[in-house]
Each structure stands twice: as structure tokens, then as C-alpha cells.
């Protein structure tokens, strides 16, 4: 007779393989896979691997379980070397052509199922529409997306520089026309339009511990996703915990990329008032269960996200103790149809001890927005540039303690602080810095290391530390002037006009000295051409950056601590060189040359 202890024993972690060429009631074997990546994920238990051969499939896949633990996780991935494409649009044909550049094509609404992306508009809590409907749907050709028209009419006349489409929708059928310039017969194209609202997210909430690599992911019919609301991504983890999104290549969503994002509830989109909505909704989310055990400690890193109309990277309360490193997000909010109070390349709400680094964000309308209960955060080594429409950093009603440390920073405005208890080390802003005071919203601070709310407080302005920051040109501290905390400022540089505060006793004042900042583009690489003088670090002795320098942030009454608890010693430059730990030299680099020189900055 079998023990019964046998009976319990775990099974064997199983490879399920899918391929354009495979069957779903295949046993899903290399030899025999599977076609669809859903039915793979139907089958797949904790602890299995699911390997996706070379091709494109045309699917939304909702992982209907996750792991059990970190080490017991469900793991989606590309087989080696191949290139995998899934997308959340279908192609269409039957295109005829009207006057000018303009086809129509109809297409029966049965097409879509349940989900029709061009009858669902953009809508929810903080967005501007600008007077003029928009919607998920969207129209490709050979990959990049068109631009929705405003009107019928607008579709009807010749194409300028970009192209539009325009959609009605009936009750039988889906009309669109779209201008194909330059294409003498869209149907012998490649013309694709948005069908599902995303391409890798669970339906349900709770699927922890997946790992998601090495996909290409685009097309995806995102809805707006603010914070008082469920975010949904081109992928997202929909309130989980424990994700690894790695080397994905992530494009072409109408809203976001990655989601980390709020739960689903009857509040959704009825909360637009941050001094009251997000605070009940952040209640409401501590009454579920919004802890370090339900949520978060996710792991985002080395994706290209890039093409989205909201933001690259999101999260609402979701994003707690994650890691958001190596990322390249670019071109996010670039056509501005709509706008609204959500876009940046990473804008994340209560992004409590998370650590952003080694990301390299450009051409976004902002770089990185941390938008309440910023706390125990860590950004740095992050490469921002030609963020032109706002800035490179957007702080806005923490409370801290959070760190800023060894960024570049080179679009207009650099920083704009509109909260207290942060430290800003050893950076290189080349743009404005700015301080705004919040008297008019309470927000929420917490205990260490923890989501429990202390207590709520106004931004009078001020509790910031500034230590061996370098500035040039229209950046400076002038506007902490009028902080009404106390400032904490040594060892910063300023360049080429930038100006110092009255609250920093010996800065390093050169106003004719221009560094000549000028970044060099090669593919994927990226060098930063500077000129520094090392005799900065002889003429002013600057101290070592660590958690006792910085103190305590005045609100929480919290000192400054990494993510992970352990104290702060920045003791290590932008390329992880060793600093002098007597005299570190002010900005990202420790002892650079004296004069102009080239350093490669991207990637690391």
C-alpha cells in the first residue's frame, strides 16, 4: 500500500511549448506544441515554463493562476534567439478606395466579439479630451500607427504629415476610412487595426509570481489608466505581486505599456479630486489588504518601451518595493491629441521604498513622475533627455525620505519640486529646477518601510538636501529662496549663470564656465560630451554622501535609508567607480579629466 505522504509530493516543472505551427489539443511538446500561448497558460501550474516559438500570434493572453513564490513561479518566455511577436491587433483587407488618399473599409462588427476598441472612448478620472472625441481603436500601416481624425471630413481631404483615420461604428458594422499616402493599394499592405484591449494581462487579480521575457509586444487597445481607477496595460500585473517583465520590446499602445496598477472596484473613474478621491482610494485599497505581502516587489527591467499615448510605465499603489532598472522608454505623449494629469515615461503613485535606476528616458512630455507617498525611493543613475514639453523629474506631494542621486538630467527643466524631504546628490541638471509649494492637499506619509499611513500633511516647501550637484545654465537653488523648511545645501557647482541659494555658505560659483553639453547618438549608444575642470575638487572639500549626513526628513520623521533598508553611502560614481571618500568630486562622474572629453553614457 502507497504512504500517504507520497501523494503530496510536488509534481515535476514541466516546458510547454506553443508554436505558429502546433494545435491546441496538441500534449504542448517540442515535437507536438501548442498554437495559442493562452492554451498554454490554461495548463500551465507553478513551476512550469511556458516556451513561445518564432512567429506572430494574434491573441490577449490572461494567465488564469501565478506562482506560489519567488522561486515557484510561472514563467512566460521566448525560445532562444527567437523572435516573437504578439500582437493585440488583426489585419484587414477589403480596403476601397474613396477620393484622394482615403480607403474605406467595412468590417462586420461580429469581427471584434465583445470588445469593439472603435465604439469605447478614452475617457476617466484627470483626462482633457481637447474638445474632440478619441478612441482605444487604431489603424497601422506597416507597423506605425495613424492619427484618429477629429471628423469625417478631415479624413476626406488629400494627407499631410500624418495620416489620419476616422471610424463610425453602426449597428451591424464598422465603417473606416484612412489615408494611405504613397500606398498605391492598402489591401496589398500591411494594415492592422487595434481588436483587444491588451495583449498579456489576468482578467483577475491575485496571479503572483510570473515572469514575462523576451517578447514583442504591441498594438494594444489601452483604455486611460489614472489612479483612482483599474489600470490596464499593453501588459500589466493587475494587483499582484512578484512579476519579472524583462528584455520585452513594448510599442504601440493607445494609453500605457506596463501597468502596476490598482485593483477593479465600483469607485473607479467617480474620484477626481486628489485632495479627497485618491485619499479614499488609497483607504479603500488599505482595506483590502494593501501590503508588502498582497502587492508589489515586482521586477521591471531592460524593456524598450516606447509609442504609447499615456505613459510608458504606470502604477498606482501597485508599484510598491519594485525595481525599475535598465529601461529604455521613449516617444511617449509625442502626438498630444489628449492630454490630462497621467503622462510621463514612468509615473508611478506610492512608490514606497522602489528602486529606478539605470533607465534611459527621452522624447516623453515627462521623465519620471512620482506623484504621492514617495518614501524609502531611490532614482538614480537614470539618463533623461529631450523631455521638452515638461521635465525630466515631476516630484509632486511626498513627504520623503527619498534619495535623487547620479542622474543626467539635460531637457529644459530638470526638476520640478513640488514636495519636501527629498535629497538630490552628486546629479548633473542642465535644465530649470523649480519649487511649488502644496498648501491645499493633505497627502498621505507612512511608517518605514511600510504602507500604514502616520499621518497627512500640506507642502509648505523646503526639508530638501542638495549635496555635490552640479548646474548649468537656467538651473539653479535661487527659487529654495523662499522655501519656508529649512534647506540643506554644500558642494553644489553652478555653471554658465546657474545660481545658488542664499541657503548654501560656499558654493562653487562660474558663471563663464560652460561645460558645452552635447550628447553623440550611435544606434543604441549614447555619449555625453562635457567639458568639466578637476580642480574643483581642490579648491572645495565636499563630504561623502551618506544616510547620517542626510538626517531625517522632518514630516515622517524617518531617516534617509536604501530600498532595502540598509544605509545609504554613495560611495560609487554613475559608471559604479569608486569615489574618493575624503573629497568626492561634484556631479554623476568622479575624477574626470580637466578640459572637454566624451563618456559613453548609455548604456552602462
Not at 457 to 481: C, K, M, Q, T, W
Not at 556 to 577: E, N, T, V
Amino acid at each position: 500500500m502507497m504512504a500517504a505522504g507520497l501523494l503530496t509530493l510536488p509534481v515535476a516543472a514541466r516546458e510547454l511549448h506553443v508554436a505558429t505551427t502546433g494545435d491546441d489539443a496538441h500534449p504542448g511538446t517540442v515535437e507536438k506544441p501548442l498554437r495559442t500561448i493562452q492554451a498554454a497558460a490554461d495548463r500551465a501550474q507553478p513551476g512550469d515554463t511556458v516556451t513561445v516559438h518564432a512567429g506572430i500570434y494574434r491573441e490577449r493572453v490572461d494567465p488564469p493562476r501565478g506562482g506560489t513564490s519567488d522561486t515557484n513561479r510561472i514563467t512566460y518566455q521566448a525560445a532562444p534567439g527567437a523572435k516573437v511577436i504578439i500582437k493585440g491587433s488583426e489585419p484587414v483587407k477589403g480596403w476601397t478606395q474613396v477620393t484622394n488618399d482615403t480607403w474605406r473599409a467595412v468590417i462586420p462588427n461580429a469581427f471584434f466579439g465583445d470588445f469593439n476598441p472603435f465604439a469605447d472612448p478614452i475617457r476617466g478620472d484627470w483626462f482633457i479630451p481637447k474638445d474632440r472625441p478619441h478612441h482605444t481603436g487604431a489603424v497601422y500601416l506597416d507597423g506605425h500607427w495613424l492619427t484618429e481624425a477629429a471628423a469625417q471630413d478631415a479624413v476626406l481631404t488629400p494627407a499631410g504629415k500624418a495620416p489620419l483615420w476616422f471610424a463610425h461604428v453602426g449597428d451591424e458594422a464598422t465603417t473606416l476610412w484612412a489615408q494611405f499616402p504613397d500606398v498605391e493599394n492598402p489591401n496589398q499592405s500591411d494594415v492592422e487595426i487595434n481588436v483587444r484591449q491588451s495583449v498579456f494581462y489576468p482578467s483577475q487579480p491575485g496571479m503572483h509570481y510570473l515572469t514575462v521575457r523576451g517578447f514583442t509586444m504591441m498594438q494594444a487597445a489601452t483604455p486611460w489608466a489614472p489612479p483612482t481607477a483599474e489600470q490596464i496595460g499593453l501588459i500589466g500585473t493587475h494587483w499582484s505581486k512578484g512579476w519579472i517583465i524583462e528584455n520585452n520590446d513594448i510599442r504601440y499602445s493607445v494609453c500605457t505599456g506596463i501597468t502596476l496598477g490598482k485593483h477593479v472596484d465600483e469607485f473607479d473613474n467617480t474620484s477626481a479630486n486628489a485632495a479627497e478621491g485618491y485619499v479614499m482610494t488609497i483607504e479603500r485599497a488599505i482595506a483590502r489588504g494593501w501590503t508588502r505581502d498582497t502587492v508589489g516587489s515586482h521586477i521591471v527591467r531592460n524593456n524598450r518601451i516606447s509609442h504609447c499615448e499615456q505613459a510608458g510605465l504606470v502604477g498606482s499603489l501597485g508599484a510598491i518595493f519594485s525595481t525599475i532598472t535598465g529601461n529604455v522608454i521613449h516617444d511617449i505623449h509625442v502626438r498630444q491629441l489628449f492630454t490630462g494629469h497621467e503622462q510621463a515615461g514612468i509615473k508611478l503613485h506610492a512608490p514606497i521604498d522602489t528602486l529606478i535606476s539605470h533607465n534611459h528616458i527621452y522624447r516623453t512630455s515627462r521623465g519620471i513622475w512620482l506623484d504621492w507617498m514617495t518614501q524609502g525611493t531611490q532614482v538614480t543613475r537614470n539618463l533623461l533627455h529631450d523631455n521638452h514639453t515638461n521635465e525630466d523629474l515631476f516630484i509632486e506631494v511626498n513627504h520623503g525620505p527619498f534619495l535623487v542621486d547620479h542622474n543626467i538630467c539635460l531637457s529644459r527643466q530638470s526638476l520640478n519640486d513640488w514636495s519636501q524631504g527629498g535629497a538630490y546628490a552628486h546629479n548633473l541638471f542642465a535644465g530649470a529646477v523649480l519649487l511649488h509649494p502644496v498648501l491645499d492637499r493633505k497627502t498621505p506619509f507612512h511608517r518605514a518601510h511600510s504602507t500604514e499611513i502616520a499621518g497627512l500633511e500640506n507642502i509648505p516647501g523646503g526639508d530638501s538636501r542638495f549635496y555635490n550637484n552640479i548646474f548649468v545654465g537656467n538651473a539653479g537653488l535661487s527659487a529654495y529662496d523662499t522655501a519656508t523648511r529649512p534647506m540643506h545645501m554644500a558642494g553644489n557647482v553652478f555653471l554658465a549663470g546657474a545660481k545658488p541659494s542664499k541657503h548654501e555658505t560656499a558654493p562653487t560659483v562660474m558663471p563663464s564656465f560652460d561645460p558645452a553639453i552635447r550628447l553623440q547618438h550611435a544606434d543604441d549608444a549614447v555619449a555625453l560630451e562635457v567639458t568639466l575642470d578637476n580642480e574643483w575638487a581642490a579648491e572645495t572639500g565636499r563630504a561623502l554622501v551618506t544616510t547620517e549626513l542626510l538626517g531625517k526628513a522632518v514630516v515622517p520623521d524617518l531617516p534617509f535609508m536604501r530600498p532595502d533598508g540598509a544605509a545609504h553611502r554613495l560611495d560609487c560614481d554613475y559608471f559604479g567607480k569608486p569615489r574618493d571618500p575624503q573629497n568626492p568630486f561634484p556631479g554623476p562622474f568622479q575624477n574626470p579629466k580637466t578640459g572637454t572629453q566624451t563618456l559613453k553614457v548609455w548604456p552602462q
